[in-house]
C-alpha cells in the first residue's frame, strides 16, 4: 500500500479516473459511427505535432493537439468531397502526420527522451499539464454530452434521419472530430500512439457484449475502462513491464472474460 503514498502514482490513477471518463464520452460515439479507422489516422497524424514540438523546444502536447485537430477536419471535409474517397483521405493526413513527425524528430538537437512516452505510453510520468488537459477536456465534452446527447445518438445512428429532422449535424459532426482529435492527444501519455485507439475502442466492445443502449454502454465502458487502468497499473508494478501496455493488455482479457462469461446466457437465448 505504500505505492499509494507516492505523487505520480496519485497522477497516474487520476489520470486512469480522468481518460476512462473521456474515453467513455468519446468512444461510444467512435464505434456506434464506426469511426476506428478515421480515429487510427487522427492518431498517427498527431505524430507530426509531436515532432514539430520536439523540433521547436515547445511542449510537444501543443502543436500535436493542432496537428490532430486540423488533420480530423482535414479528412471530415475531404471525405465528403466528391473527388477523393474518405480512406484515401485517411490515408494522406496518417501519412502526412508521420512523415513530418519523423523528418522533424531526426532533425529534433540532442536526444528525444520524451519521444518514447508519447509513442509507448507511460501512465506513470504523467504530469500535472496531463491532467489539466484531461480535466478541461473531461468537462467540455461531458457538459456536450448533457446537453446534446438526443442529437448526437441521433446522428451516431442515422446521420440521414437527423438530417431530414433539421439537427445541425454537420456541426454536430466538425465537433465530434475535434473531441476525437483531443481525446487521442490527451490519452498519449497513457498509452501512446500505437496502442491509444484501444482504449477507445476495447471498453466500448466489452460493454456492446451487455447492451445496446447508447447511454448504458457509455457509462458501462468508463467502468470497464477504468478497471482496465487500475488492473494495468498494478501489472506494472509487480513485474516492472510498461504501463500503457500494461492496461491494454488487462483490457483485452477483460473483453476476453467478458465474452466467455456471456456465452451460456447467449446459448439459452438461442435454445
Given amino acids: 500500500m505504500e505505492i499509494f503514498g507516492y505523487t505520480f502514482f496519485q497522477y497516474a490513477l487520476l489520470a486512469g479516473f480522468l481518460a476512462s471518463v473521456l474515453c467513455g464520452m468519446v468512444g461510444t460515439y467512435i464505434v456506434t459511427r464506426r469511426l476506428v479507422f478515421i480515429s487510427g489516422g487522427i492518431t498517427h497524424a498527431s505524430f507530426g505535432g509531436i515532432g514539430i514540438g520536439l523540433l521547436t523546444g515547445l511542449p510537444p502536447v501543443f502543436p500535436a493537439t493542432v496537428f490532430a485537430v486540423l488533420s480530423a477536419w482535414g479528412v471530415q471535409w475531404f471525405s465528403r468531397r466528391r473527388g477523393m474517397r474518405e480512406d484515401s483521405a485517411i490515408a494522406m493526413f496518417w501519412t502526412l502526420g508521420m512523415s513530418v513527425g519523423i523528418i522533424c524528430s531526426f532533425l529534433a538537437p540532442g536526444y528525444a527522451a520524451d519521444l518514447s512516452s508519447y509513442l509507448f505510453g507511460s501512465i506513470l510520468t504523467v504530469t500535472p499539464l496531463d491532467l489539466g488537459l484531461l480535466l478541461v477536456l473531461t468537462i467540455g465534452v461531458g457538459g456536450t454530452f448533457v446537453f446534446l446527447l438526443n ?30 482529435a483531443l481525446t487521442i492527444v490527451a490519452c498519449l501519455r497513457i498509452v501512446g500512439i500505437v496502442l491509444v485507439l484501444s482504449l477507445l475502442t476495447i471498453p466500448q466492445a466489452t460493454a456492446n457484449l451487455f447492451t445496446t443502449r447508447y447511454r448504458t454502454m457509455m457509462f458501462l465502458s468508463m467502468g470497464i475502462g477504468y478497471a482496465g487502468c487500475l488492473g494495468g497499473l498494478w501489472l506494472s508494478y509487480v513485474y516492472n513491464i510498461p504501463s500503457g501496455a500494461s492496461v491494454i493488455l488487462v483490457s483485452i482479457l477483460l473483453y476476453g472474460l467478458c465474452r466467455i462469461a456471456r456465452m451460456p446466457f447467449v446459448r439459452n437465448r438461442r435454445q
Avoid at 448526437?152 to 459532426?173: K, T
Fill in 151 to 180: 442529437p448526437l445518438v441521433a446522428i451516431s445512428f442515422d446521420a440521414e434521419f437527423a438530417r431530414s429532422q433539421r439537427l445541425p449535424v454537420d456541426m454536430l459532426e466538425y465537433l465530434m472530430m475535434a473531441f476525437i
